[in-house]
């Protein structure tokens, strides 16, 4: 299927008629709080707060 002019504003206009976008986020947010606190099993180090730092802001931007 190929695409045609306006394929992409109607998609962008159901995901976000839906929730789509938003419920992903508030997914992928649990998913990042969920591996932050598996690193808490590790001493603190740079490693483990980059770690952290790129969970954080993988969810945190917004675009």
Not at 26 to 42: K, P
Request: a negative charge.
């Amino acid at each position: 299927m190929d695409q045609q002019p306006g394929d992409l504003e109607r998609a962008i206009e159901l995901t976000e008629r839906c929730g789509a976008l938003s419920d992903t986020l508030a997914r992928a947010r649990c998913y990042a709080a969920s591996a932050i606190d598996a690193l808490s099993v590790f001493c603190d180090g740079v490693e483990r707060r980059a770690l952290i730092e790129a969970a954080a802001f993988a969810t945190e931007r917004s675009s």
